[in-house]
């Protein structure tokens, strides 16, 4: 069998976005290239002890770098893609979702040979992208690189910049989703009024696990803590796929600072919540209203304005980043993605944890 196999037309690559693997001329196209891995499902089966293990592996079989042609392929489980994209092809397992071109020697490719979008070569400079695509709909620093995001209606392209001359390194395509299309004011905010009322649970932070007003605010999502034994609970995640909610408790005890206050049972304490958007954790995602008018799709400086004033704490990590406030009654985190560059959660700690939430700083 010959070892050719022949250069890849980006036209056609990025057609197979939002297309199913197992599909015949996706599947044809991808063995035809010599890209024979696919994503794999983590077995139903598994043992509990095998389970996280299993999952891992799934995780890492969605994005496949492709060493031979300099590109990357990451896959979305068909059912995330559908809570992003409103559609999944019939019968899909995993969903193309994602494309990245190297330049040469970025990440020590040997570089991509077919076509870029857009009309961009990897020999351009950032003023020669900037002269030919405009000003970018965002910058900032995406895994130590210099990015730009450009995105419209068909597709949301994130250009990375490397090398001596600052030439392009990276070109990554995939198509809009929901939080896209809100940001480019071609989808309205849904509001599920029947979401739990995140003011509400602001309001009995810090209050006993058992609170007769936490305990309504839940039940009709179906948690009753007094169901169980909340001594050593930190994190509940049950609520997390279907509500986009996960809780945090304490154990009182632990903190001088509710010494002199009365808990029933094991004075176990509310400590705080977090949600998440549609698709974050494989979760339908919370669609409520969220803290101070945030708004999933929110960038970060829209968020710096919406609270009204720039954070006590940040953290710029390689592709994500996180803001903190002490806030008169509550500590407020909001974490987004750097990539989409968009929020994806919001948490709201009591303030007896403010100094643990504040421990270390990022400037």
């Known amino acids: 069998m010959s070892n050719y196999f022949p250069a890849v037309d980006t036209r056609e690559l990025l057609g197979f976005l939002g297309r199913a693997p197992k599909e015949r ?14 994503p794999v499902e983590a077995p139903a089966d598994s043992d509990a002890d095998d389970a996280d293990e299993a999952h891992e592996r799934s995780r890492a079989s969605e994005i496949e770098e492709v060493e031979r042609h300099s590109l990357c392929l990451i896959y979305e489980e068909a059912d995330n893609f559908e809570r992003l994209f409103g559609y999944a092809p019939d019968g899909a397992d995993f969903v193309l979702t994602q494309v990245a071109l190297y330049a040469k020697g970025v990440q020590d490719y040997p570089g991509y040979a077919g076509e870029l979008p857009l009309g961009l070569r990897f020999a351009m400079r950032r003023s020669d992208v900037y002269a030919s695509l405009g000003e970018p709909t965002a910058s900032r620093v995406i895994h130590e690189l210099p990015a730009d995001l450009y995105l419209n209606e068909q597709a949301a392209i994130n250009v990375s910049y490397a090398g001596e001359g600052g030439s392009v390194g990276i070109v990554h395509v995939r198509p809009v989703h929901v939080f896209d299309r809100r940001a480019l004011g071609l989808a309205d905010v849904e509001i599920d009024e029947r979401a739990v009322d995140l003011a509400q649970l602001i309001g009995c932070l810090g209050r006993s696990t058992y609170d007769a007003e936490l305990e309504a605010l839940f039940e009709p999502m179906g948690w009753r803590s007094s169901d169980f034994d909340m001594a050593d609970c930190d994190e509940v995640p049950t609520l997390i796929r279907r509500y986009g909610l996960a809780l945090y408790y304490r154990n009182a005890a632990e903190y001088p600072a509710l010494r002199d206050q009365a808990f029933s049972h094991d004075r176990s304490v509310f400590a705080g919540f977090r949600v998440n958007r549609r ?3 494989d979760s339908d995602g919370y669609a409520g209203h969220l803290p101070h008018g945030i708004q999933f799709h929110d960038s970060p400086e829209k968020v710096i304005e919406r609270v009204g004033r720039a954070p006590d704490w940040r953290l710029i990590d390689l592709d994500i980043g996180s ?3 002490k806030l008169p009654d509550y500590t407020l985190h909001v974490m987004f993605s750097l990539i989409d560059y968009q929020v994806y959660r919001v948490s709201c700690f009591a303030k007896f944890l403010e100094s643990e939430m504040f421990a270390r700083r990022y400037d």
């Open 323 to 325: 803001f903190k406030w």
């Open 279 to 281: 698709g974050d954790m």
């Open 25 to 38: 001329a996706f599947d044809a196209w991808l063995d035809r290239h010599g890209i024979f891995d696919r």
